[in-house]
């Protein structure tokens, strides 16, 4: 008996959720959206600096609003931005 609760103990503690740090921050959050961002390939992009959102701006069909973005904190907070990449109709959406 004892080994089974100990078994559902360490269970229940794998499934919990976690949806804020030790202070209280959300894990994740959306930044921005956009319909047009200037992603024309389908995938994730990594932004861990200032750097990497300055490539993003010498994107050729930049669309993207990059004056949210650049009020991150990269010491605190990372990017990814989620494409799904250009496609012939209109209809399409992502949502995390």
Do not use: W
Request: include cysteine.
């Amino acid at each position: 008996m004892a080994a089974l609760t100990l078994t559902v103990a360490l269970v229940a503690g794998c499934a919990i959720n976690r949806s804020a740090t030790a202070d209280g921050a959300p894990l994740a959050r959306q930044v921005t959206e956009s319909d047009h961002c200037g992603l024309t390939a389908p995938g994730l992009v990594y932004v861990s600096n200032a750097e990497d959102l300055d490539k993003l701006a010498q994107l050729p069909t930049g669309n993207l609003a990059l004056s949210m973005l650049r009020a991150i904190d990269f010491t605190q907070e990372h990017l990814v931005l989620v494409g799904l990449g250009q496609k012939t109709t209109g209809g399409y959406g992502l949502t995390l």
